[in-house]
């Protein structure tokens, strides 16, 4: 999923989007800044991090790829029966887990 970055925070294109619905009258210039402008799209949902990145606006998850330390944060929560973790991250980052625990998740 593509991720934009605006004023710090990471945003799902369809969070973008509806920043830009709510301005298309008084839009300002896309100045290269993620300060002025959400800039992107970035693959990957914005790119590796030490775990699953949510949109900052809706909080949907973005699909990035993780880090070592990003997989064994999902790995933990999955097996410790997290309703986010087995609903959303489970499936997305299925290569973590074993046939079994996949059942048990």
């Known amino acids: 999923m593509n991720a934009f970055?605006?004023?710090g925070?990471?945003?799902?294109?369809?969070?973008?989007?509806?920043?830009?619905?709510?301005?298309?009258?008084?839009?300002?210039?896309?100045?290269g800044d993620s300060n002025?402008?959400?800039?992107?799209?970035?693959?990957?949902?914005g790119g590796e991090a030490d775990s699953p990145s949510p949109c900052d606006a809706c909080g949907c998850f973005l699909e990035?790829?993780?880090?070592?330390?990003g997989?064994?944060?999902?790995r933990r929560a999955v097996l410790a029966n997290g309703r986010i973790a087995?609903?959303?991250?489970?499936?997305?980052y299925s290569?973590?887990?074993s046939a079994s625990e996949e059942e048990n998740a």
Do not use: M
């Not at 002025?36 to 949902?45: E, I, M």
């Open 5 to 7: 970055v605006f004023k």
């Open 9 to 31: 925070a990471l945003l799902c294109s369809l969070c973008r989007n509806e920043w830009i619905g709510d301005r298309i009258t008084n839009l300002p210039e896309d100045t």
């Open 36 to 45: 002025d402008y959400p800039q992107g799209p970035y693959p990957g949902g």
């Open 64 to 69: 990035n790829p993780l880090t070592a330390d």
């Open 71 to 74: 997989e064994e944060y999902v």
């Open 86 to 92: 087995r609903e959303a991250w489970a499936p997305f």
């Open 95 to 97: 290569y973590l887990f």
